[in-house]
């Protein structure tokens, strides 16, 4: 693997069930620390899109141009709403058929007897595909030039995740660290801003209100691929924060 | 309010918290689904993108194009990085400065003395804007155009939807029914795409593995603004699964 600066990614996630909000998505937050914490890829952007072949396709295109990688999830199951595979064949105008490893581990997987119609579409996709193994239920992820398909169950893609690395080329890690105070944003936002223009270059501060204990805080969180530049806005955040007398939580 | 036979939303997510997985979204979840029970409006598309204005703006303008409404969350508080309303009003090329009816409502709930800079900020918006009043926490959100603007913080957000309900027009409710059973997909793949290409015009059928008491189970999603197709694909689908000897769950 070759190290290279920044590198990014997008994730499309596939599914009806989520877009209507039948089912709560949980692979977005799983995928995206996963990439920055072992890959030190950054993910820029995610859409939710509909299980509808030419919606997908107009993503995958988009999506592969504009990002490094792209996380696909969902669609890549054995019914005819999984169409996920074959409209990434179209997208990129490959081959669409039986991958002769695929096939054969889903045959062995289910044995010849058991092998039906809807388990042997688990083994159809592109032909220029490389596998992502599956060690929870054997039906093989994919990558197909820059985008990686996985499965929507979040507990079969989190056994798959490592297996993607291979694939991938690593970025440098962003680093954070997070202030919680019991006080409001309008309370300390010049503050932020100050600091925030200052190492703009380099750090990236957010402000996101919680509710602790029936009070209303705020998390301070600043995040860069430089741990020096990190550490300096975190002491300058502490002394503005300290100036105005709020107190810093423990967590 | 108007009825519409299909009327469709896009939700775009802005905040670099949920997209580095700092934070589980929740919104999507819960605007789909109050869209859907109290509207009829089927949200279409979601994006979830950084807080970064050129970005913002690309995003408010192909979407607010490609569907009915767009609701935005996030980036409409009092900090450095709460750039939505600045990058909405770029994005329509309408004035953006202090918003008469919003500055008022908020110098009322702080008081004079201690209406400052950042909680200021909250009033300025697109001057042609139209309020969503917050009844948490004062700092209303907006609708410009055909783009609702609402805060990120979910008991928040949750607490204003009610709001947004006289600037929509309203659509057909899809209703759904769900059959559970504990098979795998791969055994009842073939019965539902035929189901499936029977109605296709009028139900979307999805199917959706889970896992239950150490089992593996699939739901099977019907989904339709013909209560009556509905329940004649119910019929079908029950009858298909009896025929494959497979027990339907109760819950």
Request: aromatic share 8%; glycine share 6%; net charge positive.
């Amino acid at each position: 693997m070759k190290k290279k600066k920044k590198v990014n990614a997008a994730i499309l996630i596939i599914g009806n069930e989520i877009l209507s909000g039948r089912t709560q998505d949980k692979n977005v937050a799983f995928i995206s620390n996963w990439l920055n914490l072992n890959c030190g890829i950054t993910v820029l952007e995610v859409r939710i899109i509909p299980d509808v072949e030419k919606i997908i396709i107009k993503n995958i295109q988009d999506l592969s141009k504009k990002f490094d990688y792209v996380f696909s999830t969902g669609g890549i199951g054995p019914t005819h709403d999984d169409i996920t595979a074959k409209s990434i064949a179209k997208a990129f105008k490959v081959k669409y058929g039986f991958h002769k490893e695929a096939y054969k581990i889903l045959e062995n997987y289910y044995g010849k007897n058991k092998f039906n119609d809807g388990r042997k579409k688990m083994a159809k996709m592109p032909l220029i595909s490389k596998l992502i193994y599956n060690p929870s239920s054997a039906a093989p992820g994919f990558i197909t030039k820059n985008v990686l398909s996985l499965p929507g169950v979040p507990s079969i893609l989190n056994s798959m995740i490592e297996n993607c690395k291979k694939y991938l080329i690593r970025g440098s890690k962003v680093h954070s660290k997070t202030i919680n105070l019991f006080t409001v944003e309008s309370n300390i936002s010049k503050q932020l801003g100050l600091i925030q223009n200052k190492y703009k270059k380099f750090v990236d501060i957010g402000s996101y209100p919680f509710f602790r204990l029936g009070k209303i805080g705020v998390s301070v969180v600043s995040r860069s691929t430089s741990k020096t530049k990190l550490k300096n806005v975190h002491k300058e955040l502490i002394k503005a924060v300290n100036l105005k007398g709020i107190k810093i939580l423990k967590i």
